[in-house]
DNA sequence: TATTAGCACTCTATGCCTCTGAGTGCTAAA
DNA sequence: TTTAGCACTCAGAGGCATAGAGTGCTAATA
């Protein structure tokens, strides 16, 4: 935006002030600190004004940032805000003391983050694994009971446990077995085909549909190794912000934010940065059409991404909750990067060897 | 409650009448209905204002029930409800729709019944398993990689990849083998006691923690087998009440219903009764002081309870609500009481071949 | 004796009015 | 170019009268 330095610094201030007080500003309640009387502001404001970077509730009313003020401010005149020593040594604390399991290890960020930010946090999965099978193997617990055991390309392990009433020996084990590992390692989710699956039905001679159930499982296992998951933290904090003080308006953001579906199709950071903030229209859903959201997102593991996503008004402290978001995904990508790919995702807590 | 049939007929009118308009009954507005004056009515109105069992909200107001009217109204006058093959119709077809996997169970039946009444619900298990291990088996991947699996009492199966850079052989894996499936089967979470695993540690000579990891990662499998969970479905829809309409009250209610530590603590219908209703200060959490809960309970096996509740304002359809919670929760008991024991609860969807 | 019609009374909600004060835009002076 | 000054605008608060719903009480009625 091509604007003098002094309108730049007029308009920082206006929306730092609007940030803090959420009343309107006045030509008076900033002329102060920028050394200029409230007319020469008066005349920056209506100009400002002009270009669509503020507006006024009426007439006499001081001045609101517009979402192409914040999103100018956002750009270019944001001050970086770094934490605090105290801020995240209190960040840390929180992490390392609530993020235990990893199995809750989304749900858990998202809390955190709430409880820090005071606005709805929405954590969410993001992108596809291509996850492939690396070894089958087969317990035998009686001749009905068959237990499956699937080791995926992630060290993720899953199994099943199998009834067949017509009955199963060693030997059709050993077979099922030799015909699975040699034919299905290294296999996505999409190539297990009913082709290949009637090609080892044959070679197994199975007419159970032993191999149809195992076959079955594996789909199962690679599809929910990343599965996309959304959960909503500290949504009841949005009632605290005098722009959803109106219960039908909190009530629709509200409703949108508890749909899981819709949740998913948030949009995530580039490549590029690590934290994206969409300031009101920016926001595709209409429901969010005059709320902001900063989302960061670190690496699960694969080609997965884990999202963290805080929602407010447009009058956020954008400064602040990027600061918070990005050193928090910061951190989780150093607490996932030590166990290497994704440890042993569902299925009980680290053990004493596991980094 | 020791009242005259007439005033048991007002207070009933009263009641239906409030929680259909949620305006305070007026004389007038009930006379027709009960082939009195309203002079007469007033008169009774006024004694049962004496009661207790009605509250005037200012002087030249009607007359609104108080928590005591309503328990009165849930425990002597309110008509049976039930479900017309219409509604029971909907509530199937979205049982069968909606609920496939045993997994997501209890939130999707808590989603359910949100949907149906437009009430936040909580849904929720209760009780302890007592769960015990029947077998472990052991699958050495290499020689620094072994995959533990334990099966459970109920079938549940789990199992965890561990790694041991000192490495392992066959012949120690034959040994853990033996020394777990002898020493740790039929045991409780509580009984895998530290002299336990000292023990097995000298039988296996095993100086690298490998029996610590393993009896570690079998404790918590029998803790997480029937873990305490909690889920909130149509949080939202609590601001479409008048009674919530203040966002300050709403923003207390939902505070406490996302909290899941405390929605763990509501309590549970008694053996005898299906369905549980609670109302205004009958509810232990100041939270709910002015707000009621009806809550259904299910078997999930074991002495594993599944609890649904519907939160709302006292002025609540109680016959409504626990007409389809009652249903509803026949219904699950149905569903899962087809599979015997819970199946696979947590470990993928269920195969063709399962019952 | 129980019920009802009638009436005075109470109290909230609504609309209307005025007043206040914050903030503006414009003009003229510095 | 900046600033002081001034007239103007408009939302919000407070005061006031009014309408209307509903009550409690009394006296008449069945």
Redesign the pocket.
């Known amino acids: 935006m091509d604007i003098s330095d002094?309108k730049k610094r007029i308009l920082r201030a206006i929306v730092e002030s609007y940030v803090e007080s959420a009343?309107?500003?006045?030509?008076?309640?900033i002329?102060s600190d920028l050394?200029?009387?409230?007319?020469?502001?008066?005349?920056e404001?209506?100009e400002l004004?002009a270009l669509g970077l503020l507006e006024?509730?009426?007439?006499?009313?001081?001045?609101v940032p517009s979402s192409k003020g914040y999103r100018v401010y956002v750009n270019e005149l944001m001050h970086d805000r770094t934490l605090s020593a105290q801020e995240t040594f209190e960040l840390n604390n929180a992490l390392r003391q609530r993020i235990t399991k990893l199995d809750s290890l989304l749900a858990d960020a998202g809390r955190l983050v709430a409880d820090f930010t005071h606005y709805p946090v929405y954590a969410l999965t993001a992108g596809s694994s291509g996850m492939k099978i690396r070894r089958f193997d087969f317990i035998l617990v009686d001749k009905n009971t068959l237990i499956v055991v699937v080791m995926l390309d992630n060290d993720q392990v899953k199994n099943k446990l199998l009834h067949f009433p017509a009955g199963i020996d060693e030997a059709l084990v050993r077979k099922l077995s030799t015909v699975f590992n040699s034919g299905f390692t290294g296999l996505e989710s999409s190539e297990i085909t009913h082709e290949l699956v009637s090609a080892c039905e044959t070679a197994c001679g199975d007419t159970e549909g032993i191999v149809a159930s195992v076959a079955g499982f594996a789909i199962a296992a690679l599809d929910e190794a990343a599965p996309r998951q959304a959960y909503l933290s500290g949504a009841a904090s949005i009632l605290e912000h005098p722009e959803y003080r109106d219960p039908d308006k909190a009530q629709r953001i509200l409703a949108y934010l508890s749909d899981d579906s819709k949740l998913m199709t948030l949009p995530a950071p580039d490549e590029s940065g690590e934290v994206k903030i969409l300031i009101g229209p920016e926001n595709v859903a209409e429901e969010l059409s005059d709320s902001s959201v900063v989302v960061a997102s670190y690496d699960l593991g694969g080609d997965v991404k884990g999202l963290l996503g805080v929602v407010g008004p447009t009058r956020m402290d954008y400064a602040n909750i990027s600061a918070h978001l990005s050193y928090l995904a910061r951190e989780l990508r150093i607490f996932l990067g030590g166990a290497g790919t994704l440890p042993q995702l569902g299925s009980g807590p680290p053990g004493p060897d596991e980094k």
């Open positions: 002094r009343e309107p500003v006045g030509s008076k309640a002329c050394g200029l009387s409230s007319a020469t502001i008066r005349n404001m209506a004004t006024q509730p009426h007439t006499s009313a001081g001045r």
